[in-house]
DNA sequence: TTCCGACAGTGGGGTCGCAAT
DNA sequence: ATTGCGACCCCACTATCGGAA
């Protein structure tokens, strides 16, 4: 097939907004599409790379080649240039991606030029990923939609089980089963407000201690074990004592959940800096483990012995957790009967967040693992700070911001009278409000360029956030987590803005 | 008819590893 | 030795579609 018609095809699903229409243009071309091209075309609609990711990004890609002016690559050929892109490391490597990355774009036309961009630096904007390709997978081949869904989930790999679905049809999906040693796409959390709000909706549940590491999905079988991250990135040979632990468990073949987490000497948690950092480290483990050890707590169990636990009530999972997993090694939680309950589960927060925790996850005692979905029936629930900042600037947005003064640099008041910039947000704005900030900041703009609009310090901005981090970036050493804008406050002048010196006293765990 | 679940989009900061400088 | 880039951890929130209630 040739990469024309893929272009061609995406264009039309980012020119309609219609999701059911979308669905249609996919499933037409998936059945139009040969065995061989099967393991491309879907992935690529889904709006990823089979491989990957290969190594280029936004600055590599930059470098502007002239176009072709035939439409005569094939996805194929395509893929096989890619391929072999991604293969490459050493010295001289980025020179010779750089090179080759040329050479496809000056193969390909304009159109496809603008298609590939998106593809290889993940942002097709088409407004249908992995979900909506799951869609059209199961329109074209005329398998139930559900099933598609799960097989997908328990394969982890959209690509694997439309390869199936193509060549041997919907009855290809029994193949899909949940199996040790083969990762499941991991059951996320929604947010809610406050404790009462997540009891009342879920009422009998279990309230349950959110550790601030890396989510970790462990399998054994036998004497092997291996480690996953939630995107199911094997990363078993970066925690070695992770697995030690899991094969002194009385059990020898099963699926854990659970979150990894570095304690100190006193027991409390590390940052969550301090957690990833270690993680991550690929190069010395042993030296890293050292310095660092991580202890994995589990939360949920999807396989003992060969027994899918999946649909089963979270209940009797976590009783077959409890048999499987000693308690230290075990997530703390509280059982709530219900509303008329929530004393406890209050004061389980309270605890919680006393011994160092992030806050809660509350959870529906009746409801099976969601593998891949974010349910409903899992509700984290963690305090949320406020701060009044004062715009420093702010840059044009992107895609559907595009236009639009978008991503606020904020400022906290110094001691000097000046502002420290704390950190960037864009989130949290609805359409009016990036409408009206479009206006107002271009009215107090002393500097602007084609990135970003510098203004004079007037406008006072209340901004929610999880938390202080340490930066090397901004200038007061503290960077905010996860900052999103509440509103505007237009009764508040700039001098009664928040101070650094308050926000750091607020925040005595973080030193700059 | 209204409500709500699921998705996609829009990017944030930090850290590590690797190649280039 | 330092710098820049890309990958991958953590993530909040809004708009929209379309099925459920």
């Known amino acids: 097939m040739l990469l024309t018609r893929l272009a061609h095809v995406s264009q039309e699903i980012a020119a309609t907004s219609a999701r059911s229409r979308k669905i249609t243009l996919l499933a037409e071309l998936f059945r139009d599409a040969e065995a061989d091209d099967v393991p491309i075309v879907i992935p690529y609609l889904a709006g990823r790379l089979p491989q990957?990711?290969?190594?280029?990004?936004?600055?590599?890609?930059?470098?502007q080649?002239?176009?072709?002016?035939?439409?005569?690559?094939?996805?194929?050929e395509v893929d096989a240039r890619l391929t072999a892109l991604g293969k490459l490391s050493g010295p001289g490597s980025q020179a010779e991606r750089t090179r080759l990355v040329g050479e496809l774009m000056s193969a390909a036309t304009e159109h496809e030029q603008r298609f590939l961009f998106g593809l290889i630096t993940g942002e097709v904007r088409q407004g249908a990923l992995d979900a909506v390709a799951m869609e059209g997978l199961a329109q074209a081949t005329e398998a139930p939609p559900a099933d598609v869904r799960r097989a997908v989930m328990l394969a982890g790999s959209l690509q694997q089980v439309a390869q199936a679905l193509l060549t041997d049809g919907p009855q290809s999906l029994a193949r899909f089963r949940l199996t040790v040693g083969r990762p499941v796409l991991p059951m996320l959390a929604h947010t809610a407000s406050s404790v009462s709000e997540a009891v009342d909706k879920l009422g009998a549940c279990a309230v349950e201690e959110k550790l601030d590491g890396i989510r970790v999905q462990v399998h054994r079988d036998g004497d092997s074990v291996r480690l996953y991250t939630r995107t199911l990135d094997d990363i078993t040979d970066r925690l070695p004592e992770v697995t030690a632990a899991?094969?002194?468990?009385?059990?020898?073949?099963?699926?854990?959940?659970?979150?990894?987490?570095?304690?100190?000497?006193e027991g409390r948690p590390r940052s969550?800096?301090?957690?990833?950092?270690?993680v991550g480290s690929r190069t010395d483990v042993a030296k890293a483990a050292k310095e660092i050890p991580v202890s994995p707590v589990f939360f949920d169990v999807l396989s003992v012995d060969g027994?899918?636990?999946?649909?089963?009530?979270?209940s009797e999972r976590h009783a077959e957790l409890a048999r499987l997993?000693?308690?230290?090694?075990?997530?703390?939680?509280a059982l709530v009967s219900g509303s008329e309950d929530l004393p406890r589960a209050e004061g389980f927060l309270t605890e919680t967040l006393?011994?160092?925790?992030?806050?809660?996850?509350?959870?529906?005692?009746?409801?099976?693992?969601?593998?891949?979905?974010?349910?409903?029936?899992?509700?984290?629930?963690?305090?949320v700070h406020t701060l009044d900042l004062v715009v420093l600037a702010a840059e044009w947005g992107h895609g559907r911001r595009t236009g639009k003064l978008s991503n606020l640099h904020l400022g906290a008041r110094t001691a000097d009278g000046g502002f420290a910039m704390l950190g960037k947000t864009f989130k949290g704005m609805t359409d009016a409000m990036l409408t009206w900030q479009t206006e107002r900041l271009q009215q107090l703009a002393v500097r602007s360029d084609d990135w970003v609009v510098t203004v004079r310090p007037e406008l006072v901005v209340e901004i929610a956030y999880d938390g202080l981090q340490r930066s090397t970036r901004y200038?007061?050493?503290?960077?905010?987590?996860?900052?999103?804008?509440?509103?505007?406050?237009e009764d508040k002048r700039p001098e009664e803005a928040d101070t650094v010196e308050t926000l750091l006293a607020a925040h005595p765990e973080v030193r700059p």
């Open 52 to 63: 990957g990711r290969l190594g280029i990004g936004w600055k590599v890609l930059s470098h």
């Open 65 to 76: 080649v002239e176009p072709a002016a035939e439409p005569t690559l094939t996805v194929r």
């Open 246 to 265: 899991a094969l002194e468990l009385r059990g020898d073949r099963f699926i854990l959940d659970g979150e990894v987490i570095s304690f100190d000497s």
């Open 272 to 278: 969550f800096q301090e957690t990833a950092g270690r």
């Open 307 to 314: 027994r899918d636990l999946l649909d089963l009530p979270f």
């Open 325 to 333: 997993v000693p308690e230290p090694m075990r997530v703390r939680r």
């Open 354 to 383: 006393g011994r160092g925790h992030e806050g809660v996850v509350v959870k529906a005692l009746d409801a099976p693992y969601s593998a891949g979905r974010r349910g409903a029936s899992w509700l984290k629930v963690k305090p």
């Open 475 to 489: 200038p007061a050493g503290v960077t905010l987590r996860f900052a999103r804008v509440v509103r505007y406050r």
